[in-house]
């Protein structure tokens, strides 16, 4: 039988971590128990993990106390790290340290790893995500790139799974990466069931949807703050980056490389977001049409408005129209 270790911070703690250590429980204690039904043998032992044996977490609602401790463990398969307020190594409590080095330690002698929502800053303190590809919050991603220039942030993906290593989106997304860990370690059927017993949509995979494209301003390149100001002023308009660039006196090639520098995304795919979000406010708010909202935010195209809005989003503009304007449906 394999083992799984959900940890259990006992500090820098939210309610989010509560509810990613609660339904990871659940979540595959069900697994176990449809195989059970079935006269199967069960895939995981599950044990709450903590970082010493005497403290718990308890954030004064609610408490979890941990069955291990880490020092009881020779062995894991799989560790399952919650949402925390966990930011980097640095700032990290003492037993939130032990954790991190602990998950460290393991995933070098062959266990796999997943974190949810926040828990990616967790996992990139250890230093095991550098090169590799990783989910978070939306909200959280200017944060997380400064602290960890190293790891390649992707969060308009919903799940990434990446040498052993499995990260997701934000907030209760936690729940469709439980069923892809599920579907992955029992199989297709088992993730099936305990997606209808938690009422969970198996098969999503893009938190683009949710996300509200908020600039990237946490940087201190003067001259690419000027562009961003201008861009999101002006994206109704035909902008020219030769000219954006001529007139704030920067080549154009060097243009391109301080804009991704600062922002993480080329010139054009800013504007495109800039414009992709306008519209999204205006799908949610209006009874506009989608040709309307597509000259409305400088489109002139049908076909390139709706590709790049479904590239952001995961969706095509009428979709998404009709699914977050009430008045439209």
Avoid at 40 to 56: M, P, Q, R, W, Y
Avoid at 239 to 263: H, P, Q, V, Y
Avoid at 287 to 292: L, P, S
Wanted: aromatic fraction near 10%.
């Amino acid at each position: 039988m394999k083992h799984l270790s959900i940890l259990v911070p006992d500090e820098q703690t939210n309610m989010s971590t509560i509810a990613c250590i609660v339904g990871a429980n659940q979540v595959f204690s069900e697994a176990n128990n449809y195989l059970a039904r079935k006269d199967e043998k069960a895939i995981f032992k599950i044990e709450l993990v903590g970082a010493t044996k005497s403290d718990f977490l308890n954030n004064n609602l609610i408490s979890i106390k941990h069955q291990v401790a880490i020092s009881e463990i020779d062995r894991t398969d799989l560790i399952l790290i919650p949402a925390s307020l966990i930011r980097s190594y640095d700032t990290a409590s003492k037993n939130n340290k032990l954790l991190i080095d602990w998950v460290a330690k393991h995933y070098k002698q062959g266990a796999e790893i997943a974190s949810m929502c926040a828990g990616s800053f967790m996992l990139a303190s250890s230093g095991i995500l550098d090169g590799k590809t990783c989910s978070t919050h939306w909200a959280l991603s200017e944060n997380f790139r400064e602290l960890f220039p190293n790891v390649n942030l992707q969060t308009d993906q919903l799940i990434t799974d990446e040498n052993g290593i499995y990260t997701n989106g934000g907030a209760y997304s936690f729940l469709h990466l439980l069923m892809y860990l599920v579907e992955k370690f029992y199989d297709r059927q088992t993730a099936v069931h305990c997606a209808k017993y938690f009422q969970i949509d198996l098969d999503r995979n893009l938190q683009a949807e949710f996300s509200i494209f908020n600039g990237h301003k946490k940087h201190n390149d003067e001259a690419i703050l000027m562009a961003q100001k201008i861009l999101e002023e002006n994206y109704q308009d035909k902008i020219s980056f030769e000219k954006l660039a001529s007139d704030l006196n920067i080549g154009r090639r060097n243009f391109d490389r301080r804009f991704i520098k600062a922002t993480g995304f080329t010139p054009l795919d800013y504007l495109q977001r800039v414009k992709t979000e306008a519209a999204k406010k205006m799908f949610e708010t209006t009874r506009k049409t989608v040709n309307e909202i597509m000259y409305e935010v400088g489109y002139n195209d049908a076909k390139a408005f709706r590709d790049v809005f479904s590239r952001v989003t995961g969706r095509s503009p009428l979709a998404y129209k009709s699914k977050y304007n009430k008045e439209s449906r």
